[in-house]
C-alpha cells in the first residue's frame, strides 16, 4: 500500500501456529490433545521476538492453542476471544491416528490426501472446501470486529494455510505446499478505506 494511498486504518494479524503438542506424529484433527511443555516454551519465545503491544488475542477453542492464548492473554492484560470456526479440519475417520497407521490402511488415499486435498477427503471427514469456507468466513468476521487493532490469531497448520491461500489467491489444490512449522508466525496487514480493503502478507513463518 502506497504511502500516499490516502487515509486509511490498518489490522494488523500475527497468526502464530501452537507449539509441538502431545501425541506423537498423529492427525490431531478434532481431537484435542494437550499442549506439550516445549510447545508451551516454543510459542512464548515466538511471541516474545514480536513485542508485546497486542491489543486482542482470538483463539481456537482447542487446548493445544487456547492454553497459551489465556496464558498471553493474562500476562499482557488483554482480552481472549474463543472462535469454534477456527478449528482444525476434522480427519474424520483418521483423526487421532497416527501417520504411520492410516498409510498402512490405504497407501494411496494416503498420499493423494497430501498431494490432492480436494479429490482425497479422509473417511468422514471435512471436506478440504468446506473447511476453507468456515476458517475464511470466520477470519473475515475477526477482521471486522477488531477492524484497526493488532491482533494475536493462536491457531493450527491447517487454518493458517487456509487463510494465506484466501489472502494470496492461490490455487486450493495447493494448500498443504504452504510450509507451517510448530510456534512459527506469519503476519497479514489488511488496509481499509472507503474502497474496500487491501490485505498483504508481511512475512511468513518468522
Not at 489465556?70 to 472462535?83: P, R, S
Not at 498420499?111 to 473447511?131: R, S
Not at 512459527?184 to 488496509?191: F, G, N, Q, V
Request: proline share 4%.
Amino acid at each position: 500500500m502506497p504511502d500516499d494511498a490516502g487515509d486509511f486504518t490498518v489490522t494488523t494479524i500475527d497468526l502464530l501456529r501452537h507449539g509441538k503438542p502431545e501425541g506423537g506424529d498423529i492427525f490431531r484433527g478434532f481431537t484435542d490433545v494437550a499442549m506439550s511443555e516445549l510447545g508451551l516454551k516454543q510459542m512464548q519465545a515466538a511471541v516474545a521476538q514480536q513485542g508485546d503491544d497486542y491489543q486482542q488475542i482470538v483463539s481456537s477453542p482447542m487446548q493445544r492453542c487456547l492454553v497459551f492464548s489465556d496464558l498471553i492473554a493474562q500476562q499482557q492484560d488483554i482480552a481472549c476471544e474463543v472462535v469454534a470456526d477456527l478449528q482444525e479440519i476434522s480427519f474424520g475417520d483418521w483423526d487421532g491416528q497416527t501417520f504411520k497407521a492410516i498409510a498402512a490402511q490405504n497407501q494411496a488415499l494416503f498420499d493423494g490426501f497430501w498431494k490432492d486435498p480436494i479429490a482425497n477427503t479422509p473417511p468422514n471427514g471435512e471436506p478440504m472446501l468446506a473447511f476453507c469456507h468456515r476458517i475464511q468466513a470466520a477470519f473475515w468476521q475477526v477482521v471486522k470486529t477488531f477492524e484497526g487493532q493488532h491482533i494475536l490469531m493462536v491457531v493450527h497448520g491447517g487454518v493458517i494455510r487456509a487463510i494465506l491461500q484466501d489472502i494470496l489467491k492461490s490455487d486450493v489444490v495447493a494448500l498443504m505446499r504452504y510450509e507451517v512449522p510448530y510456534a512459527s508466525i506469519s503476519r497479514i496487514k489488511i488496509y481499509h478505506d472507503d474502497a474496500g480493503f487491501f490485505p498483504q502478507l508481511v512475512f511468513h513463518n518468522r
